[in-house]
């Protein structure tokens, strides 16, 4: 497979399958932090911290250990609060089917 990605820009297809947790950097941004270790950019500190902590474990200083622990617990609190919202949004989506089939059913439209 062919990358699109324009100069500059790191695209996931480029990447190793091992390191796919990659992020991107469009070509009219500028990145805000970069890697330490392998100098690739990211767009956001939280987005590097996390690929530092997971690609460059064994060579994370306590300050980018701290970081890394402190992004990784709040994109589990971030993905938790997701998941609510999904599956108060289903059960929304349930209720309202099963109204609208009571409604149904009960003016004789089937």
């Known amino acids: 497979m062919q990358s699109t990605a324009g100069p500059g820009r790191h695209d996931a297809r480029d990447a190793d399958p091992t390191t796919a947790l990659e992020t991107l950097v469009r070509d009219d941004e500028t990145a805000a932090v970069v890697c330490p270790h392998c100098g690739r950019p990211f767009a956001e500190a939280a987005a590097r911290d996390l690929h530092v902590g997971e690609t460059h474990a064994d060579d994370c200083s306590v300050a980018e250990r701290e970081a890394y622990e402190a992004a990784h617990e709040a994109e589990r609190d971030d993905l938790f609060?997701?998941?609510?919202?999904?599956?108060?949004?289903?059960?929304?989506?349930y209720a309202v089917t099963v109204l609208l089939y009571m409604l149904a059913l009960g003016s004789n439209l089937i």
């Open 81 to 93: 609060y997701f998941h609510i919202k999904v599956v108060a949004a289903l059960g929304v989506l």
